[in-house]
C-alpha cells in the first residue's frame, strides 16, 4: 500500500482537470481514489518507465481509475477517468 503524498504540478492539473472537462474530475476526488483503502492496484513497464494503476472509490462512491508514475516527490498523477464496467467488477468482487 502506497502512502507517499500525491504530486500535483502544473502539467498534470492542467491536463487532468482543465484539458478533459468533459470527465468531471477534482484534485479531491483523484487524491480519494488513490487513499482508497479497498483499491485495486497494478503496475505495468513501458519504455523503462513504471506506470501504476489504480482502481479505487471517491468518498462519494465515485469510481476511478489514476494511473501514476513516480516522482522524487511522491506519485504524480498521469491520466484519470471515471471506471468502466469491467474494471468496477473487479473492484467489486
Known amino acids: 500500500m502506497d502512502s507517499r503524498p500525491v504530486v500535483w504540478k ?3 492539473l492542467r491536463y487532468l482537470l ?6 468531471n474530475l477534482s484534485r479531491q476526488e483523484i487524491e ?23 482502481v479505487g472509490s471517491t468518498l462519494k462512491g465515485r469510481l476511478l481509475v489514476v494511473v501514476w508514475v513516480d516522482d522524487p516527490a ?9 471506471a468502466g464496467r469491467r474494471a468496477a467488477r473487479r473492484y467489486y468482487r
Not at 480519494?32 to 489504480?54: C, G, K, N, Q, W
Request: hydrophobic share 25%; charged share 35%.
Open 10 to 12: 502544473a502539467s498534470n
Open 18 to 23: 482543465k484539458d478533459h472537462p468533459e470527465r
Open 32 to 54: 480519494e481514489a488513490l487513499s482508497d483503502r479497498d483499491r485495486i492496484e497494478s503496475t505495468e513497464m513501458r519504455s523503462a518507465v513504471s506506470y501504476h494503476t489504480v
Open 74 to 82: 511522491g506519485r504524480f498523477p498521469v491520466h484519470a477517468r471515471q
